[in-house]
């Protein structure tokens, strides 16, 4: 009779035990559409969402990622760090309004934050966001496709693309959320990157630390204080990371991140503040 009530204990553990995994994702490879459903429906019926200048549907808040909750403000800020990269590309002599037929890649897309201002481009290019996120991508390809086109990806550092398939590969705040695996996903970005392309990253470094650590203002820099971790972190790093059971947070060296990047890419250049608080990178695949 013991065994068995012991028995029984044990199995109800074990499955709870599996089912708070597989809530938090810790059994997945992607974060899977409405992850705590046994079955789904994607309908055929569209929401009436509004719409942005660009004629395309804006996501709803729970779909935003942490973005402004402000649909003004939220197509805005997205429209300048838009804008900053173009100008940081057009520098290098690489200016999307002179290329036709090109490959663009936004990599960790969320809900089309940034690649919605892509739109004047899609006519004559073709353009893919990808994400780890389901939810993101099946709203995208509900409501953003056409113009664009949208896949799931996982974790792990791979992207069902061809060899040198893009022309302009560009990441805003998806390495300032990547941990162990940054390394290779920068050489899974560079395999699928053209011999003459670009790829435009945003990382949280030194500059970013100190702002952060001025700020009273800033909603990421009022968390960091209360942080004793950081304290004593931000003194002393290559790289430090916070927060991984839920998003990590990921802060680089800069001369450390230019080590990395070094034996595979060139470094064309390195623009605080292009992306909020964030520093833009520019590179190019070493051939």
């Not at 409405?34 to 004629?55: M, Q």
Request: proline share 5%.
């Amino acid at each position: 009779m013991f065994n068995k009530a012991r028995k029984k204990i044990s199995n109800i553990f074990r499955d709870k035990v599996k089912q708070t995994l597989r809530d938090n994702n810790f059994t997945n490879n992607y974060l899977p559409f409405n992850k705590t459903a046994g079955e789904y429906v994607i309908k055929k019926s569209f929401k009436d969402y509004p719409l942005c200048e660009f004629g395309l549907p804006i996501p709803p808040v729970d779909l935003r990622s942490g973005y402004e909750t402000d649909n003004k403000d939220y197509i805005e800020f997205a429209k300048q760090d838009v804008e900053n990269m173009n100008l940081i590309l057009s520098d290098s002599g690489f200016d999307l309004k002179d290329r036709k037929n090109k490959k663009i890649l936004d990599f960790g897309c969320g809900s089309g934050r940034m690649i919605r201002c892509m739109k004047p481009y899609s006519e004559t290019s073709e353009i893919w966001g990808t994400d780890v996120s389901a939810n993101h991508i099946y709203w995208n390809n509900k409501y953003l496709n056409p113009p664009f086109y949208f896949a799931t990806n996982t974790f792990n550092p791979h992207l069902p693309f061809e060899d040198k398939y893009f022309d302009l590969i560009y990441s805003g705040s998806v390495f300032t959320h990547i941990d162990n695996l940054f390394d290779s996903w920068l050489l899974e970005l560079k395999r699928i990157l053209s011999e003459n392309g670009r790829l435009y990253v945003t990382i949280h470094d030194n500059f970013t630390v100190n702002k952060l650590d001025k700020s009273t203002t800033i909603s990421l820099a009022k968390y960091l204080k209360t942080q004793p971790f950081f304290d004593e972190a931000k003194n002393d790093y290559d790289l430090f990371v916070m927060n991984r059971p839920k998003s990590p947070l990921v802060f680089f060296d800069l001369d450390y991140f230019k080590k990395l990047v070094k034996p595979v890419f060139e470094i064309i250049s390195v623009n605080k503040e292009s992306y909020g608080y964030q520093t833009g990178i520019l590179l190019k695949r070493k051939n």
